[in-house]
């Protein structure tokens, strides 16, 4: 019979210490990057779109809503790769990745943007007409703030799950964390560790987004 595992074989803390540096590292020049950035791509663009799909006419709106449906119904992974033969050789892939899971979860977020514009009581729109308002002030000033505050915790959802799909970034060559936990476990035959201090980071940065994210939410309502 195989003996047990020790502790001291499953983990070690000297070779935590030694790995923890790089991968956090990596955390912060690649991971958190691309999830800010992406998320600031992913907010603009799908708010973008889900004005489109609401004010413009059939003729714009339908083919908008034929895109964001092929992308959310594509895998992150093969836009990747299709964006990486698309684009000019010397491009920075990790822009390049950024700006394609932005646009990705951009089409989530617009879906969440149309229905808190639609969940906008009726008398809102009435009462501005009524005052004989401009569309576009209606929308900045009316329709948009309570929509944004109702969508408030869906968009922190997506920006978790933006967070946690930030390895598919390898397929397109990007030492992204769990890419350098992983060289880095292999490099010193302590994939355990290695692991463990990424999976922990994680952990802790989307807990910490989603406090974040409910206290937004709590300032945001009146």
């Not at 092929?70 to 491009?91: E, G, H, N, S, Y």
């Amino acid at each position: 019979m195989r003996p047990a595992i020790t502790f001291e074989e499953f983990w070690s803390w000297e070779a935590a210490r030694e790995l923890a540096p790089e991968i956090i590292e990596a955390f912060f020049t690649a991971t958190l990057l691309i999830t800010v950035v992406g998320t600031a791509v992913a907010v603009v663009v799908g708010l973008l779109l889900a004005v489109i799909t609401q004010v413009a006419p059939t003729l714009l709106s339908r083919p908008v809503r034929w895109v964001m449906d092929v992308i959310r119904m594509t895998p992150l992974i093969v836009q990747l790769v299709f964006a990486k033969f698309l684009v000019p050789v010397d491009w920075d892939m990790l822009w390049v990745g950024t700006v394609v899971i932005g646009i990705h979860y951009a089409t989530y977020m617009a879906e969440s943007f149309i229905a808190g514009i639609r969940s906008v009581d009726t008398g809102q729109w009435e009462a501005a007409r009524a005052l004989s308002l401009p569309q576009g002030r209606t929308w900045r000033d009316i329709i948009l703030p309570q929509a944004l505050r109702s969508t408030l915790p869906a968009l922190g959802n997506w920006a978790i799950s933006m967070f946690k799909d930030t390895p598919y970034l390898f397929a397109i060559t990007v030492l992204e964390m769990v890419t350098v936990a992983q060289q880095a476990g292999g490099n010193t035959f302590r994939y355990n560790e290695a692991f463990t201090i990424a999976g922990l980071i994680f952990l802790v940065a989307s807990l910490v987004t989603a406090f974040a994210v409910r206290r937004l939410e709590k300032a945001l309502v009146y």
